[in-house]
């Protein structure tokens, strides 16, 4: 997993004496056990993955919509507590639609349909949306109807109005204009573009990135 507990002075020694390494596992823990200092590890039990690509990130995180997860946050026995941030609880406009989905406070829900994703604290979705197999990461702060009125000419944080969003990933404050089409896939190159990137079939919207009304990544 990647916790290492060192005494002090013994990794300072060793930092000193291989001060070209630069890896804990592949290197500095093989050469204390090599010169005889004491090492100990511990097997760890529970729940653990692998998020260290884009891929395996978003189905771990996808795999909390499951009925029953590996990793279950409602499990009373390994109870799951966050920071308390005081947001009013998700609402829901319209008939929406949601199966399999996590949706975080402080949410305004317009969408047709919701489907084995989740849903970030004060993510905004329009009408007749659908968000399916997608991670949004919501928005650190609210816009107020006003500010949105105010400038028109933008587009407002959250997802728009008539968007599709599969298999991707939203990063915090995105703004996504109406009639948007994404969806990721395996038939998808890996590509860096303006706001987005696609890693193994993922479209990732980058953080603060704007995406234009009516854009298509398919």
């Known amino acids: 997993m990647g916790i290492y507990i060192f005494n002090r002075s013994a990794i300072k020694d060793l930092f000193d004496e291989y ?11 093989p050469a204390a056990i090599t010169e005889g200092r004491k090492v100990s590890a511990y097997q760890y039990e529970g729940y653990w993955t692998d998020i260290g690509t884009i891929h395996s990130f978003f189905e771990a ?5 499951d009925h029953i997860p590996s990793f279950n946050l409602f499990d009373t026995r390994s109870q799951i507590y966050t920071r308390g941030r005081m947001l009013p609880p998700a609402k829901f406009y319209g008939g929406t639609q ?5 949706v975080a406070e402080g949410s305004i829900v317009h969408a047709r349909l919701i489907e084995g994703s989740i849903i970030g ?9 659908v968000i399916k197999d997608a991670i949004m ?9 006003q500010e949105i009125a105010l400038n028109s000419d933008e587009v407002p944080k959250g997802v728009g109005h008539y968007c599709h969003i599969e298999h991707a990933i939203l990063d915090k404050d995105c703004r996504i204009g109406n009639n948007v089409v994404i969806k ?12 987005y990137c696609i890693r193994d079939g993922v ?4 953080k603060g990135a704007v995406i234009a009304e009516g854009t298509r990544i398919m």
């Open 19 to 29: 001060p070209d390494a630069t890896d804990f596992g592949k290197e500095i823990i």
């Open 61 to 65: 995180n996808i795999e909390l919509t």
């Open 98 to 102: 949601v199966n399999r989905a996590l």
């Open 121 to 129: 604290i004060r993510s905004r979705i329009g009408e007749n949306t």
């Open 137 to 145: 990461m919501g928005n650190d702060s609210y816009q107020t109807l």
């Open 184 to 195: 990721g896939g395996s038939h998808l190159p890996d590509i860096d573009a303006d706001g």
């Open 203 to 206: 479209v990732v919207v980058k």
